[in-house]
């Protein structure tokens, strides 16, 4: 049984697609509240990883507990709802920005939160709330996506590449909404290309490559004394696939 | 000509109401759901919506036949008959477009409405929502397809005078008794129905946007 202190326990996991192996990781602890990194090269398996974590695949081999249960797919709706994720790819239903960022929530209990709009105001979306979602660029739908899974109100949020692409000032947001959510208690798995934006977020930071494991600790030691030679190479940009 | 123009309202909106009814969720459940036989299935819907009416319409009449199974209905030469030839018409036309349609919206949308915590209804109601323009389509071409068909309700209805004449069986009779002009007339209101409750169709297309 895991401490309650957990999110996540990921025991012996190994996940293939066919006979290829795609993700291993042998043992891996995801504390409530803390915010942790996943960076590695293209390919890695970071997505993969999320989508496990979001009970959207079952594991090939291993196991993985959410909050001392162990998962199964489906995973219950109502454990399910508590993790979110927001997708590399930001896709927009054929609706207006705050019926995107209400959707979530309405799927819920049909009634929205003041947050809905508190939220188009803090992602600075409120002058978009009628457009229609797919209208927008691509780091506005950024932002949508952002406050769409924000706006569930899961205590878990999966975050592929959420500032990717995005311009100084709106990195600046999105990072400032990520700080946020921290502050509130939200465990983050934040997936990223950018190494400084997970030293400016990540507590702690989890470098795969290749589908492996190669190093997991406090982001500044990960950073600043990499153990791992290749977490050396892929740092100093020398790995690439 | 008014009763006429109304019976071809009532069997086509009839047929058209029963297939969408039956047909959308038949469809959007193909294009939702992988398993065994959906191919199979996928190819009869796909044969469906190439029928030649008239084989319907002559399946229709041997099944509704006094000495037929379903002889008992009695309603062989009467409008019931003429709806249930256009709904086995129209329902593999709505089926098969609504599948293409739900099919065709884009997989990762499909994870994200599940990532941020739709159940499998709520998934399946957002997923034909987001394809409503396809499904809308689907509709209209059913429409398109059972308002002209002639073959099937002549057949089945026998064109009786007051009781099973519509449009189409109109314009046949008079146009082999030599009357023109009105067969002419009658083809023209014909087009003239088609264009008015195809735009009502688009409109609703295009207010769901």
């Known amino acids: 049984m895991s401490g309650t202190g957990l999110a996540y326990r990921i025991t012996r996991l190994r996940h293939r697609y066919g ?7 042998p043992s891996l602890d995801i504390a409530r509240g803390e915010t942790l990194a996943v960076i590695g090269p293209s390919g890695a398996g970071k997505t993969t990883l999320l989508r496990l974590l979001q009970f959207l695949e ?5 196991r993985i507990e959410y909050e001392g249960t162990p998962t199964v797919v489906p995973m219950p709706i109502e454990t399910a709802r508590t993790v979110s994720t927001v997708f590399q790819r930001s896709l927009m239903l054929d609706r207006s920005v705050r019926d995107n960022v209400a959707f979530g929530r309405r799927l819920r209990d049909g009634h929205e939160l003041v947050e809905v709009d508190a939220l188009l105001e803090r992602l600075a979306l409120k002058p978009l709330a009628k457009t229609n979602a797919r209208s927008l660029s691509g780091g506005e739908m950024q932002r949508v996506a952002l406050a769409r899974a924000i706006a ?6 999966l975050l592929d590449e959420p500032a990717a692409n995005l311009d100084p000032r709106n990195v600046a947001i999105v990072e400032a909404m990520i700080r946020e959510l921290q502050i509130r208690g939200t465990t983050l ?10 030293r400016r977020l990540a507590s702690r930071t989890l470098v795969l490559i290749d589908g492996q494991v190669v190093e997991v600790g406090p982001t500044a030691a990960v950073f600043d004394s990499p153990a791992n030679p290749h977490t050396r190479a892929f740092l100093s940009g020398e790995l690439v696939y | 000509m008014i009763a006429v123009v109304a019976l071809t309202f009532r069997v086509t909106g009839i047929a058209l109401l029963v297939a969408t009814i039956l047909g959308v969720p038949v469809g959007a459940a193909l294009g939702l759901a992988r398993f065994r036989g959906r191919r199979l299935i996928t190819l009869v819907l796909y044969t469906g919506m190439g029928l030649p009416p008239v084989v319907v319409g002559l399946f229709v009449y041997v099944a509704l ?17 003429m709806i249930a030839a256009q709904t086995i018409i129209a329902f593999p036309l709505v089926a098969a477009l609504t599948m293409s349609a739900v099919d065709g919206v884009d997989q990762d949308l499909r994870l994200q409405v599940r990532a941020l915590g739709a159940t499998r209804w709520q998934l399946a109601w957002t997923v034909l929502r987001e394809a409503r323009i396809g499904v809308t389509a689907a509709i209209v071409a059913a429409f398109g397809g059972i308002i002209s068909e002639v073959g099937a309700v002549m057949l089945v209805g026998g064109n009786i005078e007051g009781q099973t004449r519509v449009l189409t069986t109109a314009i046949v009779l008079y146009a082999r008794q030599g009357d023109f002009a009105l067969a002419m007339a ?22 769901s946007r």
Do not use: K
């Not at chain 2, 009658?186 to 207010?207: D, E, K, S, T």
């Open chain 1, 58 to 62: 079952r594991p090939s081999e291993g």
């Open chain 2, 65 to 81: 036949s006094r000495s037929g199974p379903l002889g008992a209905l009695g309603w062989l030469f009467t409008p019931a008959a």
């Open chain 1, 189 to 198: 798995v934040l997936v990223t290309h950018n190494t400084h934006e997970a």
């Open chain 1, 152 to 157: 569930t109100g899961a205590r878990v949020l």
């Open chain 1, 19 to 25: 006979s290829r192996l795609v993700l291993d990781v």
């Open chain 2, 186 to 207: 009658l083809g023209l209101i014909l087009i003239a129905l088609a264009l008015v409750a195809n735009a009502v169709l688009l409109q609703l297309q295009g207010r």
